[in-house]
């Protein structure tokens, strides 16, 4: 099938993939006043004098807004605003599908981090959650930081997202390959958004008092080679990342960091590895290649170099390390127990919430299918069970 044909055509077909659909019927004047004037005054009032009835009387207990700017969309690009749309409306139809989630596309014409911040306050008051997508990196660590205070959960998946559903892949593939996570050497290529997050959760930056056990060491690469100290070309997060990544202070290229490694994580372009390359790397390797369309190296390349496990980020192959496994749950998780961020602790909880789907790991199979409906639920009660315990409620 050619997928990009047919997508064009379903678009076009359909004018786009979502609609506002009505929870009740209005059939008679009764209906009418009841659902607007002059009923509709006293949920207001109520919500008047108590804000947080809002919850109670409206739909915000369970939508969620999907920002972007366009900056930074799929292997796309910026491609702006408008050309956004397609990709949030997708992903408000993956949250209804796996968390039952009303979702709404929110692209803005701007990308000013400025702008971007002062916009997602103001619309705020609808929402009960935010859902931070395809913002390029350093502006998306910063919007997502200062929005914190929000009062409900702001949580850019680009990163969050791709770095758990990663982690509970890695929980699984340890087990394969008789590793414990603490012990591991880790290769990542690509620094933006979903490298930095993947290897601060790897490294258990601020994760401290969860179950996850930081790795042994992380190496962040970018398209001039290994994050070192001694280079001048590194932005504020690049440079950060210096404080929990490469302890040997190693320089080189990516194919330099990959000798002795344990684990690649690709987050960045195609056809960078070869079977040699793989080779290098410590017995029984795990390589997770999750570019797209093209993955760093073909699973079958990177088998013929002796790895023990694959998973890209593609679903025409095994093992498809997808946000998909993710954020639906998390958010739905979050929603029920009205919490006003999104922790550290049920960033973990949801990784291993994951993991757990697939008790019994094998080569093909180190994390659950994508479209395997009960990972939302699984994902969704762990966050809820964290959040509780931690009392991050309002």
């Known amino acids: 099938m050619n997928y990009f044909e047919e997508a064009l055509n379903l678009h076009k077909k359909y004018k786009g993939k979502i609609s ?20 509709v005054a006293e949920p207001c009032l109520e919500i008047h004098k108590n804000p947080e009835d809002v919850y109670t009387y409206t739909a915000k207990s369970n939508t969620v807004a999907v920002v972007s700017d366009g900056s930074a969309v799929l292997g796309l690009g910026n491609i702006g605003a408008e050309a956004s749309i397609p990709v949030m409306e997708g992903k408000a139809m993956l949250f209804k599908k796996f968390a039952n989630i009303d979702a709404f596309p929110i692209c803005l014409n701007t990308q000013d981090t400025e702008e971007i911040i002062e916009t997602v306050r103001r619309i705020a008051p609808v929402f009960g959650g935010i859902n931070l997508e395809d913002i390029s990196a350093p502006r998306c660590f ?4 200062r929005l914190q205070d929000l009062g409900i959960p702001v949580f850019h998946d680009d990163q969050h997202g791709t770095a758990i559903v990663t982690l509970a892949g890695l929980i699984n593939a340890a087990k394969l390959t008789n590793r414990k996570l603490e012990d591991m050497k880790v290769v990542i290529n690509g620094a933006g958004s979903a490298g930095i997050a993947i290897a601060k959760l790897l490294k258990g930056v601020g994760f ?6 930081p790795v042994a060491d992380v190496i962040i690469c970018d398209s001039k080679g290994i994050i070192h100290s001694g280079r001048d070309n590194l932005n504020p997060v690049k440079e950060a990342s210096l404080q929990y990544s490469n302890i040997e202070d190693r320089a080189g290229s990516v194919l330099d960091a990959i000798k002795g490694a344990d684990v690649f994580i690709g987050v960045s372009k195609g056809d960078l590895l070869h079977a040699e390359d793989i080779r290098t790397m410590a017995t029984d390797p795990i390589i997770f290649p999750m570019a797209n ?21 593609r679903s025409d192959l095994p093992n498809q390390i997808n946000n998909v496994l993710g954020f639906p749950g998390i958010f739905r998780g979050a929603l029920d127990a009205r919490a006003p961020r999104i922790s550290p602790g049920m960033k973990v909880a949801a990784a291993f919430a994951i993991a757990e789907m697939v008790p019994h790991p094998v080569k093909e199979c180190i994390i659950p299918p994508s479209l395997d409906l009960e990972v939302g639920h699984a994902v969704a009660q762990a966050v809820y069970a964290a959040a509780m315990k931690e009392r991050v409620v309002s």
């Open 20 to 39: 506002v659909e009505a929870k009740m019927e209005i059939l008679s004047k009764d209906d009418l006043a009841t659902v607007y004037s002059p009923g």
């Open 142 to 145: 910063e919007i997502e930081d």
């Open 293 to 313: 369309p093209i993955p760093e190296i073909m699973p079958e390349e990177a088998y013929k170099g002796g790895a023990a496990v694959v998973g890209t980020g």
């Open 208 to 213: 401290e008092g969860t179950d996850c056990k």
